[in-house]
């Protein structure tokens, strides 16, 4: 067992010194580091160490299978990953992303066309921004990772419209792989 310390670009030395100490005293890690995930400190220590205590195995997957998720989820979670950063606390659990429709294209790209579902009609303003500019920013961050990951183009298509209750929908859970029931405990 390790321990990870992270944002230590955001703590004093003596205050990372006394949590690691602690942390150390009360639980038995074998090895502790100190990173800055966002700058990269650190963190390339701690990938070669999880790397070195991960024991052999079968691959659980086909080698060219990329993740255990269908693309349009995938799609949708880079979509809502984006809107999260952008709007940092405004709205992200007030809002979902539905991938709606894949199409393959003769030239290789693929057309995707996604609705953001928010609670309420202020959210709806939020997610646009002033002439569009926060929709335009999150669809231009979430095309190009999209592009990046799946390694072909990507068009794609935001559309933001007021869903009241869409939390209360099993749909939406059940199209993430959960247990609508699950969730209301």
């Keep these: 067992m390790a321990l990870a310390i992270n944002k230590i670009d955001r703590v004093q030395s003596e205050r990372l010194l006394e949590i690691a100490a602690d942390m150390n005293a009360a639980f038995p890690f074998v090895r502790t580091f100190m990173i800055s995930a966002e700058r990269g400190h650190g963190v390339d220590d701690l990938r070669r160490w999880l790397a070195a205590e991960m024991p052999a195995g079968p ?19 880079t979509t809502r990953e984006k809107l ?23 030239d290789g790209s693929v057309r995707i066309d996604q609705v953001i579902y928010v609670a309420r009609d202020g959210h709806k303003g939020i997610v646009l921004g002033k002439g ?37 929908e099993a749909e939406r859970y059940s199209e993430m792989g959960l247990d609508f029931r699950d969730t209301r405990r």
Excluded: C
């Excluded at 950063?85 to 199409?103: A, M």
């Excluded at 799946?150 to 869903?163: E, M, N, W």
């Design 59 to 77: 691959w659980l997957y086909p080698e060219d299978q990329i993740a255990d998720l269908p693309l349009r989820m995938i799609a949708a979670e």
């Design 84 to 106: 999260t950063l952008r709007l940092h606390e405004e709205l992200p659990y007030n809002l979902t992303v539905e991938t709606e429709s894949w199409d393959e294209r003769k």
């Design 132 to 168: 569009g500019e926060t929709l335009k920013a999150v669809g231009q961050a979430a095309r190009t990772e999209m592009a990046e990951f799946l390694d072909r183009k990507v068009h794609l298509f935001l559309h933001v419209k007021v869903r009241p209750g869409w939390q209360e």
